[in-house]
Nanobody
Framework: QVHLVESGGGLVQAGGSLRLSCEAP????????VAWFRQAPEKEREFVSM????????NYADSVKDRFAISRDNAQNTVYLQMNSLRPEDTAVYYC??????????????????WGQGIQVAVSS
């Protein structure tokens, strides 16, 4: 079992910024795709962003494109999600997810193997 450690959530006003972090204690971290999902109250869990080990492996949901930026620090086994220009509709519990080594996942949550416990992001209007 892999225990992912998420941090950086909180309450922010609309237009503000937050940076989420996900530390993944896995071997060969560079061979793992990492993604962020979110789930708002009474809604389905949805894809936010993902990053792999090759150029072009980054992609975003349309709802966050141009506002959020995903990056990774392989030396620290950590992936970051920089969230700018936050909106009330970004309010959700955000989850970090990691795919098994070497797997190229899709935007479906079913293609990820390890999950964090989730961290709350709340954006006030």
């Amino acid at each position: 079992q892999v225990h992912l450690v998420e941090s950086g959530g909180g309450l922010v006003q609309a237009g503000g910024s937050l940076r989420l972090s996900c530390e993944a204690p896995v071997r060969a971290f560079t061979r793992h795709f990492v993604a962020w999902f979110r789930q708002a109250p009474e809604k389905e869990r949805e894809f936010v962003s993902m990053i792999g080990w090759y150029i072009g492996s980054i992609n975003y949901a349309d709802s966050v494109k141009d506002r959020f930026a995903i990056s990774r620090d392989n030396a620290q086994n950590t992936v970051y999600l920089q969230m700018n220009s936050l909106r009330p509709e970004d309010t959700a519990v955000y989850y970090c997810a990691v795919a098994a080594a070497g797997r190229i996942p899709s935007r479906s949550s079913r293609t990820y193997d390890y999950w964090g416990q989730g961290i709350q992001v709340a954006v006030s209007s």
